[in-house]
């Protein structure tokens, strides 16, 4: 009996990583969580790609996708899902969030990758950050405010809340927009939701470009998206992409984003 509880006790003080953390059960920061899925041919150090979930979701919601997790197979790439609290994203402005900044999401956005690069073979230097609808808000807020944490961005369906910023206050990366052009949730010129508004697409790629430095080239097309395309004098790109339909999550849009930013040398 003695022998079973010393054993018992030594098996509770063992770390409990190894054991449990993975794209089927949580990661834990802090009081927070994640999952990752790895890529199966992976060899040696990986990108990663770090998801984060639209509105009310969550981090097993984004593991369940499974064409999502296809593709970042197919990359050859981590698939890391971020979750919000009670699947919502504090940001600036947001409704029912007054005189919120983000800070919390910035931290925690920190220890995931923290905790991901220490635990997994992933490559610091190559972690792109994404997110749909409201993850796609999320990842405008970590472009302005965080974006030396990245190697590009992929922010889809999403924006800030207004008021939108005037510049940022981290150096300029390279993004990829994807918005599709009749959506209704998250209208171009955004809409009112209870006493929030959201941002104004183009004005924000307007104010990013100027932050930036970035300057118009000639249009970028694939069979997904019609882009206009910029670069600024680091050739980072800021490439503002639309296709033909409304609030909708298209993997082939992923996967072109993806492409933009590896031909422009973030990935």
């Avoid at 927070?32 to 060899?43: F, G």
């Avoid at 209704?184 to 009112?192: A, F, H, N, Q, S």
């Avoid at 941002?199 to 694939?222: C, L, R």
């Amino acid at each position: 009996m003695i022998k079973r509880l010393v054993i018992s006790a030594i098996i509770a003080a063992l770390p409990t990583f190894g054991m449990a953390c993975g794209a089927d059960s949580d990661c834990t920061v802090g009081d927070r969580v994640y999952r990752i899925s790895m890529p199966e041919t992976a060899d040696g150090p990986t990108s990663a790609l770090v998801f984060a979930h639209g509105y009310r979701g969550s981090a097993a919601g984004v593991m369940r996708n499974s064409g999502l997790r296809r593709l970042a197979d197919d990359l050859g790439v981590a698939l890391i899902a971020v979750q919000g609290i009670d699947g919502v994203w504090a940001l600036p402005g947001r409704p029912g969030m007054p005189g919120e900044t983000g800070q919390g999401e910035f931290t925690y956005y920190q220890d995931v990758i923290t905790h991901a690069t220490q635990n997994f073979d992933i490559d610091p230097d190559h972690i792109v950050a994404t997110g749909f609808s409201a993850g796609g808000m999320m990842t405008w807020n970590l472009i302005c405010h965080r974006s030396e944490l990245f190697a590009g961005f992929i922010p889809m369906s999403g924006t800030f809340w207004k008021p939108e910023p005037t510049d940022c206050d981290t150096p300029p990366a390279s993004v990829v927009h994807i918005h599709g052009n009749t959506d209704r949730t998250v209208p171009l010129p955004g809409r009112p939701i209870g006493p929030g508004h959201q941002g104004d697409v183009p004005d924000v790629i307007a104010m990013y470009a100027q932050t930036g430095g970035f300057q118009n080239e000639a249009p970028y097309t694939t069979d997904a998206v019609n882009c206009d395309m910029r670069r600024n004098a680091d050739g980072k790109i800021l490439n503002f992409c639309l296709f033909e339909g409304g609030h909708s999550f298209r993997l082939n849009d992923l996967r072109a984003a993806w492409d933009m930013l590896a031909e422009a040398g973030g990935v």
